[in-house]
Nanobody, 122 residues
Framework: QVQLVESGGGLVQAGGSLRLSCAASGRTFSSSAMGWFRQAPGKEREFVAAITWSGGGSTYADSVKGRFTISRDNAKNTVYLQMNSLKPEDTAVYYC???????????????WGQGTQVTVSS
């Protein structure tokens, strides 16, 4: 069992930045990959970025590549998503997820946080 808690969401203007955090607890050894997803009203949940706890592997959706950076602090069991140059289309609820391997589909992850709202105004 893994528990995930996101924080750091809020309201920002286009071009601004936010840093999201995902604190993990429980049996984190069973989940070697951490991912960020987002979901806007009326749309499917979409992949944003993912990273492994070890090995340094990471991947990004094309829509955020060059603007977002995923990182982790193993000592704190925390994963971060630094979001720069935010656009109105980035507006969504952002979810942290844990799984055995990096995947770009929600079904690839076993545990999910409650989500944190990110709103980008124009």
């Amino acid at each position: 069992q893994v528990q995930l808690v996101e924080s750091g969401g809020g309201l920002v203007q286009a071009g601004g930045s936010l840093r999201l955090s995902c604190a993990a607890s429980g049996r984190t050894f069973s989940s070697s990959a951490m991912g960020w997803f987002r979901q806007a009203p009326g749309k499917e949940r979409e992949f944003v970025a993912a990273i492994t706890w070890s090995g340094g592997g990471s991947t990004y959706a094309d829509s955020v590549k060059g603007r977002f950076t995923i990182s982790r602090d193993n000592a704190k069991n925390t994963v971060y998503l630094q979001m720069n140059s935010l656009k109105p289309e980035d507006t969504a609820v952002y979810y942290c997820a844990a799984g055995r391997i990096i995947a770009t589909m929600p079904r690839g992850y076993s545990y999910w946080g409650q989500g944190t709202q990110v709103t980008v105004s124009s």
